[in-house]
């Protein structure tokens, strides 16, 4: 499962951290670290973290 802005206790524990920026639009800025976690996982976070964007 994904989690939004994580307490530093889940991020931890996560096997990504990963950071978007964007607009309504777009994304305009990833960071991220991770052990190897698949592309769908990562386009599955990205969408989720867009999500959050928007609102």
Same mark, same amino acid.
Do not use: K, Y
């Given at each position: 499962? =994904?989690?939004? *802005?994580?307490? =530093?206790? +889940?991020?931890e #524990?996560?096997?990504l951290?990963?950071? %978007?920026? !964007?607009?309504p639009?777009? /994304?305009? @800025?990833?960071?991220? !670290? $991770? *052990?190897?976690?698949? &592309?769908? /996982? /990562?386009? +599955? $976070? @990205? $969408?989720? $973290?867009? &999500? *959050? %964007? #928007?609102?």
């Open positions: 499962a =994904f989690v939004v *802005n994580p307490t =530093f206790e +889940q991020l #524990r996560s096997v951290d990963l950071t %978007v920026a !964007g607009t639009d777009a /994304i305009v @800025m990833v960071e991220a !670290g $991770a *052990n190897e976690v698949s &592309e769908d /996982i /990562i386009l +599955q $976070a @990205m $969408a989720l $973290a867009h &999500e *959050n %964007v #928007r609102t």
